[in-house]
Structure formats: C-alpha cells, structure tokens
C-alpha cells in the first residue's frame, strides 16, 4: 500500500491467477499492484465456515463483497470464485482434485444427461443457461433486431420419421 498516498481506493489491483489450498481452506491470489513499484504480489484468503454442504454461489459473493478482501477481487469474476469454492467443496467431500476438475469439464452441453445432476448442479446449469441466453438475445433496442424474422429451411431434407408412424395413414389422422 503507498504509505504517502493512506488511501487504499487509489491503488489498482489486478489480478494474474487464482488458486486454491486444501490445509487450510484459502482461496490464493496472484495479482499485480499498480503503485510505485510493479511487484507480484500473493494473498491468501481463508475461506472459513464452509463446509461439504456449504452454498458455494453463496460463499463465492459473500467472499467477494467482504470488506477486506472485496478490492483484491474485484477483477476476479464471481463465477471464478464459485469455481474454486466448488473444488475446495469437493475436497472436503473426499474427492482428489482431478476428479473434481474432471467433474466440471463438459466436452458438450447435449451430451450431458442433466436428469442425473444434483439440485446444485442442475441450478448452476440452468443459470449458465441463462446467462448465455440473455447474452445472445435480441432486444427491439438493438439495431440488427428483426420482428417477423422468415427461415427458409432447405427443402432437400429429409423429414424425420417415427415408429408411431407407420401403423397410420393420412387419412386416418
């Protein structure tokens, strides 16, 4: 902190990497403060009352809006901070940290059966979902915004067919 200055809000911190540790529980920051001198810099952020059943979107806001740490982390996203509360979750419930990692990689979104998700999970899922829909959609504001949008699919496709269908005529329909 630049002593002369005694304000903290002057100082610009940004952060290089995230991290955590298992023994204690901390979340582990890189960051570069843009003082007088351009160090590294490394804070460790104990991330206490969590549990294995602990809200980790919950802990992850709670740790980012804190009064002590809230300037670190504010160019670290609550989404990050989610993430590393999930793996120190995971720890506690007895999983390595591959197989947490491994847990959170999805190699597509369709080939995932999301029946099989926890509530957590599935909540987390849906606002993802969310997010990348509301990031994709089109307002009336926006300038390519169309209201009647017309799709002409191509007519060489071959439609679908189903097993229920071939008992059946049209005029039976």
């Given at each position: 902190m630049d002593i002369i200055s005694g304000s903290v809000s002057e100082m610009s911190i940004v952060a290089k990497r995230c991290g955590v540790t298992f023994i204690p529980p901390s979340i582990v920051l890189i960051y570069h403060e843009h003082t007088n001198s351009s160090k590294m810099r490394k804070r460790v952020i104990p991330?206490?009352?969590?549990?294995?059943?602990?809200?980790?979107?919950?802990?992850?806001?709670?740790?980012?809006?804190?009064?002590?740490?809230?300037?670190?982390?504010?160019?670290?996203?609550?989404?990050?901070?989610?993430?590393?509360?999930?793996?120190?979750?995971?720890?506690?419930?007895?999983?390595?940290?591959?197989?947490?990692?491994?847990?959170?990689?999805?190699?597509?979104?369709?080939?995932?059966?999301?029946?099989?998700?926890?509530?957590d999970e599935l909540n987390r899922r849906k606002a993802q979902m969310d997010q990348l829909f509301e990031r994709n959609r089109k307002h009336k504001e926006d300038a390519d915004f169309v209201y009647d949008l017309e799709v002409a699919f191509p007519e060489n496709s071959v439609p679908e067919t189903c097993s229920w269908d071939e008992g059946q005529s049209d005029e039976e329909l």
């Amino acid at each position: 902190m630049d002593i002369i200055s005694g304000s903290v809000s002057e100082m610009s911190i940004v952060a290089k990497r995230c991290g955590v540790t298992f023994i204690p529980p901390s979340i582990v920051l890189i960051y570069h403060e843009h003082t007088n001198s351009s160090k590294m810099r490394k804070r460790v952020i104990p991330v206490r009352s969590f549990s294995q059943y602990s809200d980790c979107s919950r802990a992850a806001e709670r740790l980012k809006h804190h009064a002590r740490h809230s300037m670190y982390l504010e160019t670290v996203s609550l989404a990050q901070l989610e993430r590393l509360h999930l793996i120190l979750r995971d720890h506690l419930k007895g999983l390595s940290l591959e197989e947490s990692l491994a847990a959170r990689r999805v190699s597509h979104p369709s080939d995932e059966d999301l029946n099989k998700l926890s509530d957590d999970e599935l909540n987390r899922r849906k606002a993802q979902m969310d997010q990348l829909f509301e990031r994709n959609r089109k307002h009336k504001e926006d300038a390519d915004f169309v209201y009647d949008l017309e799709v002409a699919f191509p007519e060489n496709s071959v439609p679908e067919t189903c097993s229920w269908d071939e008992g059946q005529s049209d005029e039976e329909l």
